[in-house]
């Protein structure tokens, strides 16, 4: 045992500038990183501040953005998607928007967010000339980019949760859309789901703020489509 001690001790003294400097660059790392997040949430909840409305006050738009989350194996939207589309689908009836956009993860045929969203709308009496599919809103960042470069939105109210509202919201007004919010709380009864989902909230903005500084690209853009402005003409 005695042996041992000392051989780890020779060790040491022969390693120890590697380890002080290895020691020096986790302290910085942890601190750039603890400091940037917490500059990336206070920015998220300034660009959002006084765009977010309860549903009754929020302003008219020409469309909603509906962004996607879960689908279970049946093709149903999970209770946190379910809730975002009725937000959506009162916002038409009460004539606050006229047309919605779902954006949401076809990452492969096994997997569809955007059809299961605009079967739900359907079945509950939205038309179908009035919902446009995105098929490659795979994040927050790639759906508000989309939104604007690939279907021309303008000016949107933007729909989910109310914990991933305000980056959402300073999203798309970042990247060119006239956003507002609504945000949902009947999910919260799942009480466990929306603890996990919040508390991602603080590295999502980080992730968030990296995106915009980035300037990246969505995972896929393509051409121009016209299926807003075809839903926004429609009678």
Not at 31 to 48: E, H, K, M, P
Not at 85 to 112: C, Q, T
Not at 137 to 161: K, L, N, W
Not at 185 to 196: G, I, K, L, N, S
Request: glycine letters at 8%.
């Amino acid at each position: 045992m005695r042996g041992r001690f000392g051989a780890l001790r020779r060790w040491y003294a022969r390693r120890r500038p590697f380890v002080r400097r290895t020691l020096v660059a986790l302290v910085v790392g942890a601190v750039l990183l603890t400091g940037g997040t917490l500059a990336s949430v206070r920015w998220i909840r300034d660009a959002a501040d006084g765009h977010i409305y309860s549903e009754a006050a929020v302003p008219e738009a020409p469309v909603a953005l509906v962004l996607g989350t879960k689908v279970d194996a049946d093709g149903t939207p999970s209770p946190f998607l379910t809730a975002r589309l009725e937000i959506a689908r009162r916002l038409f009836v009460g004539g606050k928007v006229r047309a919605i956009l779902v954006s949401g993860d076809n990452m492969n045929a096994d997997y569809n967010e955007p059809a299961a969203m605009q079967d739900w709308l359907v079945d509950r009496g939205v038309p179908a000339r009035k919902v446009v599919l995105d098929h490659a809103g795979f994040d927050t960042y790639d759906s508000c980019t989309r939104a604007e470069r690939i279907f021309g939105v303008r000016r949107a109210t933007v729909v989910t949760q109310s914990f991933h509202l305000p980056r959402a919201v300073a999203l798309c007004r970042r990247l060119g859309i006239d956003a507002s919010g609504v945000g949902d709380e009947t999910a919260r009864r799942y009480a466990q789901t929306w603890r996990v989902s919040s508390s991602r909230e603080n590295g999502a903005c980080l992730k968030a703020a990296v995106d915009l500084l980035s300037g990246r690209d969505p995972a896929h853009l393509g051409r121009r489509e016209t299926g807003v402005d075809d839903a926004l003409r429609a009678a």
